[in-house]
């Protein structure tokens, strides 16, 4: 009655909250796959998926269903994962869930490092905010991911890696461009563009405004780090980055907050998942790269 493909549609419906994403997902055609999910409810005897007029959702029975679905998909995965291991490196890859702000300033010389050493390993990259990428990493989606070693999950393994400072990034020509640090309170009075909600960037200013009963005035909300780095350049406002972002970019001033900011960044994966080889490799080699810097 079951079977994994049957599944796999059903599952991919749920998270698109459309047939005609998931069809174009899935790369199939809309008829065949709105067919194959009748005839799947037609032979379990009830309904799992209704449309609606804003797309589709999941019926009761049909959220019992996606908890199994997902830890099937995600243990299938793990076997054939498993069984390419066999043959060694020749044809892994590594997938990994990674932040904007890392994936454009961290990352980019250690994957090309790491695919000069490995040549035949494919890399799969997302950019995404920690809170999907946690999400991507406890449903199988994804087998690495980087995210802030803070109330993560139990069913996620961390190796922390990397301890960056957040900061107030301002335009050169900007009144605090030459502020040796700036409290909390003096940052808040000013206009903001800041990530949307689900980036560690966001959250870490939401908590600071709830810490200290402030309020944000966010002026600008884009999840697009060219955007951002812009705005703040010809300074229509402000943000918070992390320092190896202000770093890198001339025209935009990194001020430290005054208590300062410290993330903890983690390596994660699901600890009942099969890490496969390849992402195994990539893991010992990001420590080791950063042991070398650090060093």
Same mark, same amino acid.
């Given at each position: 009655?079951?079977?994994?493909?049957t599944?796999?549609?059903?599952?991919t419906?749920?998270?698109?909250?459309?047939?005609?994403?998931?069809?174009?997902?899935?790369?199939?055609?809309?008829?065949?796959?709105?067919i194959?999910?009748?005839?799947?409810?037609?032979?379990?005897?009830?309904p799992?998926?209704?449309?609606?007029? &804003?797309?589709?959702?999941?019926?009761? /029975?049909?959220?019992?269903? $996606?908890?199994?679905s997902?830890?099937?998909? %995600?243990?299938? +995965?793990?076997?054939?994962t498993a069984?390419?291991?066999l043959?060694?490196?020749?044809?892994?890859?590594?997938?990994?869930?990674?932040?904007?702000?890392m994936?454009?300033?961290?990352?980019?010389?250690?994957?090309m490092?790491?695919?000069?050493k490995?040549?035949?390993?494919?890399?799969s990259?997302?950019?995404?905010?920690?809170?999907?990428?946690?999400?991507?990493?406890?449903?199988g989606?994804?087998?690495l991911?980087?995210?802030?070693?803070?109330?993560?999950?139990?069913s996620?393994?961390?190796?922390r890696?990397?301890?960056?400072q957040?900061?107030?990034?301002?335009?050169?020509?900007?009144?605090?461009?030459?502020?040796?640090?700036?409290t909390?309170?003096?940052?808040?009075t000013?206009?903001?563009?800041?990530? &949307?909600?689900?980036?560690?960037?966001r /959250?870490i200013?939401?908590g $600071?405004?709830?810490a200290?009963?402030?309020? %944000?005035?966010? +002026?600008?909300?884009?999840?697009?780090?060219?955007?951002i780095?812009?705005?703040?350049?010809?300074?229509?406002?402000?943000?918070?980055l992390?320092e190896?972002?202000?770093?890198?970019?001339?025209?935009?001033?990194?001020?430290?907050?005054?208590?300062?900011i410290?993330?903890?960044?983690?390596?994660?994966?699901?600890?009942?998942?099969?890490l496969?080889?390849a992402?195994?490799?990539?893991?010992?080699?990001?420590?080791?790269?950063?042991a070398?810097?650090?060093g």
């Amino acid at each position: 009655m079951l079977n994994s493909k049957t599944l796999h549609y059903f599952a991919t419906i749920a998270a698109q909250g459309s047939y005609t994403k998931a069809a174009e997902h899935l790369g199939i055609a809309q008829s065949a796959l709105s067919i194959a999910m009748r005839k799947f409810e037609l032979q379990i005897g009830m309904p799992l998926l209704i449309r609606s007029s &804003k797309g589709v959702v999941v019926t009761k /029975e049909g959220e019992v269903l $996606l908890v199994h679905s997902k830890d099937i998909l %995600a243990r299938i +995965s793990d076997a054939e994962t498993a069984l390419n291991d066999l043959r060694g490196l020749e044809q892994g890859e590594v997938s990994i869930g990674i932040p904007g702000m890392m994936g454009s300033y961290f990352f980019p010389e250690i994957l090309m490092a790491f695919k000069f050493k490995y040549p035949n390993l494919k890399l799969s990259i997302m950019e995404g905010g920690t809170q999907t990428i946690k999400e991507k990493l406890l449903s199988g989606e994804l087998d690495l991911g980087v995210i802030v070693d803070d109330h993560v999950p139990s069913s996620l393994q961390v190796q922390r890696f990397v301890r960056p400072q957040m900061v107030a990034a301002v335009g050169k020509n900007h009144a605090l461009a030459d502020a040796k640090s700036v409290t909390y309170a003096d940052f808040f009075t000013h206009e903001l563009v800041m990530f &949307k909600a689900g980036y560690f960037h966001r /959250e870490i200013i939401d908590g $600071l405004c709830e810490a200290n009963n402030m309020i %944000a005035n966010y +002026s600008f909300e884009t999840n697009l780090i060219t955007m951002i780095l812009n705005i703040v350049k010809n300074e229509f406002a402000i943000t918070a980055l992390l320092e190896l972002v202000t770093d890198q970019e001339a025209d935009v001033m990194g001020i430290p907050f005054d208590p300062p900011i410290y993330l903890d960044l983690a390596l994660a994966w699901r600890k009942d998942g099969y890490l496969s080889l390849a992402n195994r490799r990539f893991v010992e080699f990001t420590l080791a790269q950063v042991a070398g810097i650090d060093g």
